[in-house]
């Protein structure tokens, strides 16, 4: 099930796929097995992945062809697909992938090489502000990455939660300002949610600074990636020719980040600007191709950046049991962790809720109800209205009521690994919305909370913003957060205007990344096993499985529900 999530590729074009291969490079060996292969990598392009291991656990599709792997490797190499610079496919060790990926990947690579033995020109290093950094509550792992500021055009900055990726964050933004005033200086995430998460730790992490250290960094903008390179329908109209005015650009949750992405931010940065990359490598992959921050963070690619790569071990947070059960998950396997989770006894953190799979469990509804009915008298508070242009808006005594109806809904993320299916979010908006799901947006009740699922640059939309419908019948509204905005401010658009807007009572593990909520509930559709499995062929991919968990526990802040499925 590890990524039921995912749209699943036509068969058809597969098959044409492998014809036109074929065709192009007649193949002398067993047509079973290159079908196979072509099928491994499409499944894996499938998951974000552009590589595929071809070793003895056997790949989460079924195989035509007998005699894995070894058979298949023979038929590949017999093939002629992975000879020459032209040869469709790359065979590295036992690691194969389709050579325009490969290619793209490697590029970014010896891109990102370039720029981590670059030594930051408009930096020019001051030794008596080592002074002030000791002074700070940073350790040594953190004082290193603030030092590497000086020496390096590309740092990389990975933790767990709690680990101080912001303070770290903020003390580099500060002796960087410190030594030159003038930087141009940006901040950004793959999502509206992650890019006013960024910008909201921020303003926390600062609250012990005088006034004028504090206005320095919240000056600097934060927004979307999509918007530092103006993206509309596909195209980044940031590029060589009309690059990013920055100096230094601070990236947070790069495990978001997909190789297209990755790509076009390097293209519209100056070649001499400093990149730092922050995010945490345990979480889940991004839904587009190509893992950058896992690929940079496997261990013969470390290597190459070490003298600027940091991990942050330290947890300054104290999440007691939940930072227990996401290390467990993170550090052993799935099953260990399932045993483990069923050790765990009655804790105010942690609830563990066992059921039959064909139902939401009852529990679960009742959380669900409980927060739609509080979001539901919330809403009831907050009533859009039209000024003298003729446009919508929020008066000052309307602006807090929205401010806590936002927060409200903020506070509780349902979280499903399924789109589809039992115990899906499909399965948990049925449940709630009933009928009127497959029914227009103005037909869903006020207090629904909703999700954007497309960029809409004009309406300063983001893909995974939240939002709530506030207002009755024919003058029912979206309400959303404004992002990037240092003052409190909200939007309220006609449902027509938004292009793709989903319920939200639940949404997927991928949609949550960059975000928090004090209470998550987690729900897992599959038996899990109750002792470890010596089948190393299971049509199952736990590695992603793994990321996903993990994912799903470290987006919870005070309390965790984990609903898993019983025998049926």
Same mark, same amino acid.
């Given at each position: +099930?590890?990524?039921?999530?995912?749209?699943?590729?036509?068969s058809?074009?597969?098959? $044409?796929?492998?014809?036109?291969?074929?065709?192009?490079?007649?193949?002398?060996?067993?047509?079973?097995? /290159?079908?196979?292969?072509?099928?491994?990598?499409m499944?894996?392009?499938n998951?974000?992945?552009?590589?595929?291991?071809?070793?003895?656990n056997?790949?989460?599709?079924?195989?035509?062809?007998? #005699?894995?792997?070894?058979?298949?490797?023979?038929?590949?190499?017999?093939? !002629?697909?992975?000879?020459?610079?032209?040869?469709? +496919?790359?065979?590295e060790?036992?690691?194969?992938?389709?050579?325009?990926?490969?290619?793209?990947?490697?590029?970014?690579?010896?891109?990102?090489?370039?720029?981590?033995?670059?030594?930051?020109?408009?930096?020019?290093?001051?030794? *008596?502000?080592?002074?002030?950094?000791?002074?700070?509550?940073?350790?040594?792992?953190?004082?290193?990455?603030?030092?590497?500021? &000086?020496?390096?055009?590309?740092i990389?900055?990975?933790?767990?939660? #709690?680990?101080?990726?912001?303070?770290?964050?903020?003390?580099?933004?500060l002796?960087?300002?410190?030594?030159?005033?003038?930087?141009?200086?940006? /901040?950004?995430?793959?999502?509206?949610?992650?890019?006013?998460?960024?910008?909201?730790t921020?303003?926390?992490?600062?609250?012990?600074?005088?006034?004028?250290?504090?206005?320095?960094?919240?000056?600097?903008?934060?927004?979307?990636?999509?918007?530092?390179?103006?993206?509309?329908?596909?195209?980044?109209?940031?590029?060589?020719?009309?690059?990013?005015?920055?100096?230094? =650009?601070?990236?947070?949750?790069?495990?978001?980040?997909?190789?297209?992405? +990755?790509?076009?931010?390097?293209?519209? =940065? @100056?070649?001499?600007?400093?990149?730092?990359?922050?995010?945490?490598?345990?979480?889940?992959p991004?839904?587009?191709?190509?893992?950058?921050?896992?690929?940079?963070?496997?261990?013969?690619?470390?290597?190459?950046?070490?003298?600027?790569?940091?991990?942050?071990?330290?947890?300054?947070?104290?999440?007691?049991?939940?930072?227990? /059960?996401?290390?467990?998950? %993170?550090?052993?396997?799935? &099953?260990?962790?399932?045993?483990?989770?069923?050790?765990? *006894?009655?804790?105010?953190?942690?609830?563990?809720?066992?059921?039959?799979?064909?139902?939401?469990?009852?529990?679960?509804?009742?959380?669900?109800?409980?927060?739609?009915?509080?979001?539901?008298? /919330?809403?009831?508070?907050?009533?859009?209205?039209?000024i003298?242009? !003729?446009?919508?808006?929020?008066?000052?005594?309307?602006?807090?009521?929205?401010?806590?109806?936002?927060?409200?809904?903020?506070?509780?993320?349902?979280?499903c690994?399924?789109?589809? #299916?039992?115990?899906?979010?499909?399965?948990?908006?049925?449940?709630?919305?009933g009928?009127?799901?497959?029914?227009?947006?103005?037909?869903? @009740?006020?207090?629904?909370?909703?999700?954007?699922?497309?960029?809409?640059?004009? $309406?300063?939309?983001?893909?995974?913003?939240? #939002?709530?419908?506030?207002?009755?019948?024919? &003058?029912?509204?979206?309400?959303? %957060?404004?992002?990037?905005?240092k003052?409190?401010?909200?939007?309220?658009?006609?449902?027509?205007?938004?292009?793709?807007?989903?319920?939200?009572?639940?949404?997927?593990?991928?949609?949550?990344?960059?975000?928090?909520?004090?209470?998550?509930?987690?729900?897992?559709?599959?038996?899990?096993?109750?002792?470890?499995?010596?089948?190393?062929?299971?049509?199952?991919?736990?590695?992603?499985?793994?990321?996903?968990?993990?994912?799903?526990?470290? %987006?919870?802040? =005070?309390?965790?529900?984990?609903?898993?499925?019983?025998?049926?």
């Amino acid at each position: +099930m590890s990524y039921n999530d995912l749209p699943k590729l036509d068969s058809n074009f597969i098959n $044409l796929l492998s014809k036109t291969l074929k065709k192009r490079l007649p193949a002398i060996t067993s047509s079973e097995h /290159l079908d196979d292969l072509i099928n491994i990598l499409m499944d894996s392009l499938n998951k974000g992945e552009i590589y595929t291991l071809l070793n003895s656990n056997k790949p989460s599709i079924e195989l035509k062809g007998k #005699g894995w792997p070894l058979d298949h490797l023979d038929a590949l190499k017999a093939s !002629g697909w992975i000879k020459g610079q032209d040869s469709p +496919m790359v065979l590295e060790g036992n690691l194969l992938s389709w050579r325009r990926w490969h290619e793209e990947m490697n590029n970014v690579l010896k891109h990102l090489k370039d720029k981590s033995t670059q030594a930051p020109h408009q930096i020019q290093k001051i030794n *008596k502000l080592t002074n002030n950094l000791k002074k700070s509550n940073l350790n040594e792992a953190q004082l290193l990455a603030v030092e590497a500021v &000086n020496n390096h055009n590309l740092i990389l900055l990975s933790g767990g939660p #709690g680990t101080g990726k912001t303070s770290t964050i903020v003390e580099m933004l500060l002796k960087v300002l410190t030594i030159n005033k003038g930087l141009r200086i940006g /901040l950004g995430a793959p999502t509206g949610k992650a890019a006013r998460r960024l910008e909201e730790t921020i303003q926390k992490s600062i609250i012990h600074l005088d006034d004028h250290q504090k206005h320095k960094l919240l000056d600097i903008p934060c927004t979307t990636l999509h918007r530092w390179l103006q993206a509309n329908e596909g195209v980044f109209r940031r590029n060589e020719a009309t690059q990013l005015q920055l100096d230094i =650009l601070v990236v947070d949750e790069m495990s978001m980040v997909d190789l297209s992405l +990755m790509q076009g931010l390097l293209k519209a =940065l @100056p070649k001499d600007s400093q990149l730092i990359l922050v995010g945490d490598p345990d979480q889940l992959p991004p839904i587009g191709n190509g893992a950058v921050w896992h690929k940079l963070h496997e261990q013969q690619t470390l290597k190459v950046f070490e003298k600027c790569a940091f991990r942050l071990t330290k947890v300054y947070r104290n999440r007691g049991k939940l930072a227990d /059960l996401a290390n467990t998950i %993170r550090d052993k396997d799935i &099953n260990e962790f399932f045993n483990e989770l069923l050790k765990v *006894k009655k804790s105010p953190s942690i609830g563990v809720i066992s059921s039959n799979k064909k139902e939401i469990p009852p529990e679960i509804i009742k959380i669900l109800k409980i927060h739609q009915a509080k979001l539901s008298e /919330l809403t009831r508070k907050t009533t859009p209205f039209l000024i003298s242009d !003729g446009t919508l808006s929020i008066n000052t005594k309307d602006a807090e009521s929205a401010n806590n109806l936002l927060k409200c809904l903020e506070e509780l993320m349902v979280l499903c690994p399924r789109r589809y #299916g039992p115990w899906s979010i499909d399965h948990i908006h049925k449940t709630i919305l009933g009928d009127t799901l497959d029914k227009s947006i103005l037909d869903w @009740p006020a207090g629904t909370p909703v999700i954007c699922g497309e960029n809409q640059s004009e $309406l300063n939309l983001a893909n995974g913003d939240l #939002g709530i419908i506030v207002g009755e019948k024919e &003058n029912k509204y979206l309400l959303f %957060r404004r992002q990037s905005s240092k003052k409190q401010s909200f939007h309220l658009i006609h449902p027509i205007r938004v292009k793709n807007i989903s319920p939200a009572f639940a949404i997927t593990v991928h949609k949550s990344q960059g975000s928090e909520a004090d209470r998550v509930v987690f729900l897992w559709p599959d038996t899990i096993n109750k002792t470890p499995s010596s089948d190393k062929n299971q049509l199952t991919n736990k590695d992603y499985e793994r990321k996903l968990i993990y994912t799903a526990i470290t %987006r919870a802040k =005070l309390n965790l529900d984990l609903a898993i499925c019983s025998e049926t």
